[in-house]
């Protein structure tokens, strides 16, 4: 195969004829699956773009193709690995593009914390893994009678999850978790972080807590601040301020609304012409919005790009590509067997909750 930079020589008119012929000539063997935060050098190529849910349903849904590429983070294409039927081949075009959120939780971490928390509680406690994170995690989920969520399904899950115990360990992401037990009406005072480097997580009370959140946080949500907001109303009058519950619950608080990648497509697609919204997620996505909305203003609360998602680009899709049409597709994405058995545990409980119904025929 030859090597990125070669590819890197054509020219973009180049490389996007060769990404069409590809295409045309693979058929129904192949499906492009890309992230909203995709550039739109790479989004204008998936067969279907959505959000971490929508991607995980339709990975498990793909039935005919031989090939998966996944235009996202290096854990949403695991998670297809996890999902894809016996036989398919899930390839990533930069296996580097990795989630630093995810890298925030590591499986013997969040086992010690295991241990700590099931000596005080035992078996009333459900782990919650957010879908950004490794299979491994997704792992430990499915051997202890845990769930994953994804930001479209936060609160769904860990009602579902209450139901069935007292306490909830939610990791990695310490943002959606507060902010989706604060949307539950559970009380700030029984919601605690958990530091992995401390003993009890740092908390010596911890045995008040109902909600326990790990410490991680995304660094393109967690970038916005409550002085962007003001900045962002003081500069626009009226606007309206819809965020993803990845950012602060300082944030979330002073927004008017917030809510998945998807519910923010819809918050957009819905508002009237002339309607001025400032969003805070990934850039990507906002500008993408801006231009697809000329009737709206729509900006961001202020720039903040994913360099792990930016790591996918023309070029290496075209890499990706070329592999397969020669038959030695590079970048294969594989989960082991162990961990995919018990992963799929915990990603089938989240997808019973959160399918939607089979429409009738
Ligand atoms: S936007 Fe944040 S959570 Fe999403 S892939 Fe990038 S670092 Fe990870």
């Not at 925030?104 to 914390?113: G, K, L, Q, S």
Request: charged share 20%; net charge neutral.
């Amino acid at each position: 195969m030859p090597s990125l930079e070669s590819f890197k020589r054509l020219s973009k008119e180049q490389a996007v004829a060769r990404v069409r012929e590809i295409k045309a000539e693979l058929g129904r063997d192949l499906v492009i699956l890309g992230h909203h935060y995709m550039g739109d050098d790479v989004i204008e190529f998936a067969d279907f773009r959505g959000d971490s849910l929508q991607l995980a349903q339709e990975a498990s849904r793909i039935a005919e193709a031989r090939y998966i590429v996944f235009c996202g983070v290096h854990f949403m294409a695991e998670t297809a690995d996890i999902l894809r039927q016996p036989g398919q081949v899930v390839v990533i075009p930069d296996k580097r593009a990795g989630c630093l959120l995810a890298d925030m939780a590591e499986t013997p971490e969040v086992r010690n914390a295991w241990k700590s928390l099931t000596g005080l509680w035992g078996n009333d406690i459900t782990p919650i893994t957010y879908v950004n994170s490794t299979a491994s995690l997704k792992a430990f989920c499915g051997r202890n009678n845990g769930i994953v969520c994804t930001s479209s399904n936060a609160a769904e899950v860990c009602r579902w999850a209450l139901q069935r115990t007292k306490h909830v360990l939610f990791f990695p992401d310490a943002n959606l978790g507060t902010n989706t037990a604060l949307s539950m009406g559970i009380p700030r005072q029984q919601i605690m972080t958990w530091d992995p480097s401390r003993p009890l997580g740092g908390n010596p009370d911890i045995d008040q807590a109902r909600f326990v959140v790990w410490r991680g946080f995304c660094y393109v949500h967690s970038h916005f601040t409550p002085e962007h907001v003001a900045a962002i109303r003081a500069k626009y009058e009226g606007i309206r301020i819809v965020v993803h519950p990845e950012c602060s619950p300082e944030v979330v608080a002073l927004s008017d609304a917030n809510g998945s990648t998807s519910y923010i497509i819809r918050a957009v697609e819905q508002a009237p012409a002339g309607a001025r919204l400032a969003i805070g997620t990934e850039c990507n996505l906002v500008y993408r919005l801006a231009a697809e909305h000329p009737d709206k203003l729509i900006v961001p609360l202020v720039d903040s790009y994913c360099v792990s998602m930016a790591r996918i680009n023309l070029y290496n899709l075209l890499r990706s590509l070329e592999s397969i049409v020669a038959g030695r597709p590079v970048e294969v994405v594989t989960v082991s067997d162990e961990i995919k058995a018990e992963a799929l545990i915990a990603l089938q409980n989240m997808l019973r909750l959160s399918m939607p119904p089979k429409s009738a025929s």
